[in-house]
């Protein structure tokens, strides 16, 4: 049984899991788009508001300074009132470092001398910059600056400024500047935690209120389901009783057709027989006699032919096996061209005694759809029993059948069930289960199995 509680417990589950992730990096990255915008705000102030006033000093160290490589040995030192400037910058303020790249990416100047004299021309930022672009970057504590080659100890905003002598001027070199966000970071996580833990206790909720709704729908399901069961059982109880209350008057109207009406109509021939030689001499009568005897006789075979197919009196008598012996012989004298191979692995014992009527009758019928639907040359009946499954395999394969040998399972076909639609009902009725398939053209398979 499909275990609805606990799929949906689980696809539940993940999903609200996958939801807080998404939720957290959704977050996340709005955050450092905040970040990175307020960190670029506050740094561009601070480097125009340091650097207006030494303009001209810092336009003429880059003008000394444009045609330094990183092979120089010796290289300009800036202008007093710059580096004056820069200290301002870097007292009481969030600015922790400060480089001044030339037009060719070299750094003429780095508040950490290491870095002097290294060329950066390849660092987006300082492409972007000295295209006349401000850039930002967001490096995290403990990520690894390739382009400074050194691991960062604080959360740090870069934030690269082109450098000119007015707004139509073209670009003198690039002013970088390293920002301290370790506040902004740490409250952007604290945020970001206190987001996904409300999340998760909000969807935890509803996944709680909706576990409740799946288990009751679940619960109103299993009672449904239990109902039907109920119900079916009750109709297959049903079923079995009316198929042996009709089999019941089928064998007691057979008895009475055999017993009572044939006998009857055996009687009354006989008296007729026994007239007739007694009153031989009036050629009238006994010419009406003649005529009269073989109409009682074809009555009397009339009757018994009803009789039998009421209820085949040979099942209690004899057993099922023999009776299909008999129906598989008196078919094969109707339609000689047709051979019927029997394949039958029971013994009466093994069959069911409410089953034998029931499996009579599909053969009959099947035998009665091969004579009227089909030209096959061979019928094959199987009756056999795998475990607690007795399976009833009646196959009208033609002899030259290509497909004779094929066991491949196929699909059933609704329109032979239709076709076979008294079978159904019969294997239906008797708590079995019926399809009607067909392999090959002109080749049907149809397969009756029972529990026992």
């Known amino acids: 049984m499909f275990k609805l509680l606990r799929f949906y417990s689980i696809a539940s589950l993940v999903a609200i899991l996958a939801t807080a992730l998404l939720l957290g ?3 996340r990255q709005v955050a450092i788009q905040g970040i990175i915008q307020l960190a670029e705000r506050n740094n561009l102030t601070l480097a125009r508001a340091a650097l207006n006033s030494v303009r001209p000093a810092l336009l003429e160290y880059l003008s000394s300074a444009a045609e330094v490589g990183t092979g120089d ?8 009132e710059l580096a004056m400037a820069i ?3 870097m007292h009481d303020s969030t600015v922790v470092r400060i480089k001044i790249y030339n037009q060719q990416g070299v750094v003429a100047y780095s508040t950490k001398t290491a870095q002097i004299g290294r060329d950066q021309r390849n660092n987006p930022g300082f492409i972007s910059a000295i295209n006349g672009r401000v850039a930002d970057t967001l490096i995290y504590r403990d990520t690894f600056n390739s382009f400074d ?11 690269y400024i082109p450098i000119r002598a007015s707004r139509t001027e073209p670009v003198l070199g690039v002013f970088e500047i390293y920002t301290d966000v370790n506040d902004l ?16 206790l909000i969807l935890m909720g509803l996944y709680a209120a909706l576990l409740l709704v799946v288990q009751r729908a679940r619960n109103i399901i299993e009672s449904q389901h239990q109902t039907i069961r109920e119900r079916t059982e009750t109709l297959e109880i049903l079923s079995a009783r009316m198929l042996k209350s009709e089999e019941s008057n089928k064998k007691k109207i057979a008895i009475e057709l055999h017993e009572g009406l044939a006998q009857t109509l055996s009687a009354v021939k006989l ?4 007239s007739q030689q007694k009153i031989d001499s009036d050629d009238t009568i006994g010419k009406s006699m003649a005529k009269i005897i073989p109409v009682l006789q074809s009555a009397i075979e009339d009757v018994r032919t009803i009789a039998t197919e009421l209820r085949p009196s040979s099942i209690d008598d004899l057993g099922l096996l023999p009776t299909i012996n008999s129906l598989c012989r008196n078919f094969q004298q109707r339609h000689p061209g047709t051979r019927i191979q029997q394949d039958i692995s029971l013994q009466e014992k093994d069959i069911p005694a409410p089953l034998k009527v029931i499996l009579y009758r599909i053969i009959m ?13 061979r019928v094959v009946i199987a009756l056999y029993r795998d475990g607690e499954t007795l399976t009833l395999l009646i196959d009208d394969t033609p002899l030259a059948s290509p497909d004779m040998a094929s066991n491949t399972l196929v699909e059933v076909d609704p329109h032979l069930e239709s076709r076979f639609a008294k079978m159904l009902e019969l294997t239906t009725l008797s708590g079995g289960t019926f399809s009607a398939a067909r392999p090959a053209a002109g080749r049907n398979m149809l397969r009756a199995a029972w529990n026992v």
């Open 25 to 27: 990096f959704f977050y």
């Open 73 to 80: 040995i010796g290289r300009p030192a800036p202008p007093p």
């Open 87 to 89: 200290r301002t910058l």
């Open 149 to 159: 080659e050194d691991t960062e100890e604080d959360n740090l905003m870069q934030t």
């Open 185 to 200: 970071v740490h409250q952007n996580e604290r945020t970001e935690f206190i987001i996904i833990a409300g999340a998760l």
């Open 271 to 274: 008296n007729l027989e026994n």
């Open 365 to 377: 019928l099947a035998l009665d759809d091969v004579a009227l639907h089909t030209s096959s040359d």
